[in-house]
């Protein structure tokens, strides 16, 4: 009789055993097939009423403020931005063309965009683009409606520039980069950074005195003539509306 239990007890706990190894399995084969998912659901439910803690709700109301903020500063960017872009209109004249930018190609970004006017509106090869801060660059090609702008930080772009302070001439050259060279024909410049950096004075291909931007870096040692790198105040890569010089074109 005894023994007869001692069998029944023991298949009964090996039967105990094996369904649990069953589940455990189960277990396992389903997290593994899920990726965890199903363990996660189940880990958020017990999670829920406890969640978020005091910790978690001040990181959540930091974030919320952070966002906030950073949204706010792109707003009064983009305020700041359309400002600019509208006070070319308020000073609009005969004498200037406003247009908007409509195209910027990536492998051409330095070089060249595209604006939304053309010779029906007046514009001609030749003329001088300025944008929010200063000069930008030239029309290089116009169809009846849209016109091709050549910008002074295109490679191999030169005009001539000024440095009122030190009343000396310079090449400014572009590099294909937002700040454009701008190489002196006299070996004793005396420039320095901050030094504002505008078209000559005697210029017959541009307007005079437009600025176009501030010496960023001197380098008096270069050979065979000394140069500055210049920071553009009207930064190309930022513009969408420009107006268009009509004073200056090639006839």
């Not at 997290?31 to 009423?49: M, V």
Request: hydrophobic residues 40%.
């Amino acid at each position: 009789m005894i023994k007869t239990r001692r069998k029944i007890g023991v298949h009964l706990l090996w039967k105990s055993r094996f369904w649990v190894l069953f589940l455990v399995c189960a277990l396992l084969f389903g997290i593994r097939w899920t990726k965890g998912a199903a363990y996660l659901d189940f880990y958020s439910i017990l999670l829920k009423p406890i969640l978020p803690g005091t910790a978690q709700k001040e990181w959540i109301k930091e974030g919320e403020n952070i966002e906030k903020n950073i949204r706010l500063k792109l707003l009064e960017q983009d305020n700041t931005r359309l400002r600019k872009a509208l006070s070319l209109k308020e000073f609009n004249s005969d004498q200037r063309i406003s247009a908007a930018v409509i195209s910027r190609s990536s492998r051409n970004w330095w070089k060249q965009l595209e604006i939304n006017k053309g010779y029906k509106d007046g514009v001609l090869k030749g003329q001088t683009v300025i944008g929010p801060g200063g000069l930008i660059g030239l029309i290089d090609s116009t169809t009846p409606l849209t016109s091709r702008v050549r910008l002074l930080t295109d490679p191999g772009h030169q005009i001539g520039a000024w440095i009122d302070r030190t009343k000396h001439h310079g090449i400014l050259t572009g590099m294909g980069t937002n700040r454009p060279k701008l190489i002196f024909l006299n070996k004793n410049t005396i420039a320095k950074v901050g030094d504002a950096v505008t078209t000559s004075p005697a210029s017959t291909l541009l307007p005079p005195n437009l600025t176009i931007g501030i010496v960023q870096f001197v380098e008096e040692k270069a050979l065979p003539s000394p140069y500055a790198i210049v920071q553009l105040t009207a930064s190309p890569e930022a513009i969408d509306w420009v107006q268009i010089l009509k004073d200056n074109a090639k006839k």
